[in-house]
């Protein structure tokens, strides 16, 4: 049964959570052109491993699902 609804958000970074984690490492938030940077830098940082994380996130819900229908 698939109680997922298609356009639920799985994973999020908000600009307060960047901003929230930039007062715990710099004690400070970031400026405008600093965050403009920090921005970039997540969403290029973000698509060079998804496809790897939905991948594995992938091949790990049927390794699991196979092996739980088999003990049935």
Do not use: H
């Not at 969403?43 to 060079?48: D, F, R």
């Amino acid at each position: 049964m698939d109680n997922s609804k298609s356009d639920e958000i799985i994973f999020a970074v908000t600009v307060e959570d960047l901003q929230n984690d930039a007062i715990t490492r710099i004690g400070r938030k970031l400026t405008d052109d600093e965050l403009y940077t920090a921005k970039k830098c997540i969403e290029s940082g973000l698509s060079t491993v998804i496809g790897i994380t939905m991948k594995a996130a992938i091949d790990e819900a049927v390794s699991l699902n196979r092996q739980t229908e088999q003990q049935r």
